[in-house]
């Protein structure tokens, strides 16, 4: 009977804290901002948790659906730089 109110006690308070702040670093993902067509390309603008980081997806307008592997990679600090960026593209 001891073993079981150790158990209560300890174990399980434990455990659960261990649980939670697990599940805190794993549902940290990065989520869309934006996505838009313009010209000839499409895009997606994906951002970190904290928002300190951005990602400009770019896909051309020829190629199939957004799901496709073809596309363009570009690292950003800010919406903005990543936006004027796909203007300038679109510009070319």
């Known amino acids: ?3 079981i109110q ?3 006690v300890a174990i399980i308070p434990v455990l659960t804290v261990f649980s939670f702040l697990s599940t805190s670093n794993t549902a940290l993902a990065d989520y869309l901002t934006s ?13 970190t948790d904290d928002n300190k980081d951005y990602y400009l997806k770019i896909w051309s ?3 199939g659906s ?3 592997d073809s596309y ?3 690292h950003f600090t800010s919406t903005r730089e ?4 796909f203007d300038s593209l679109e510009r070319r």
Request: no cysteine; hydrophobic share 30%.
């Open 72 to 74: 363009s990679t570009i």
């Open 82 to 85: 990543a936006l004027s960026y």
């Open 61 to 63: 307008n020829h190629q």
């Open 35 to 47: 996505q838009g067509v313009g010209g000839e390309h499409r895009y997606e603008l994906w951002s």
């Open 6 to 8: 150790i158990l209560k």
């Open 1 to 3: 009977m001891k073993l």
């Open 66 to 68: 957004t799901e496709s």
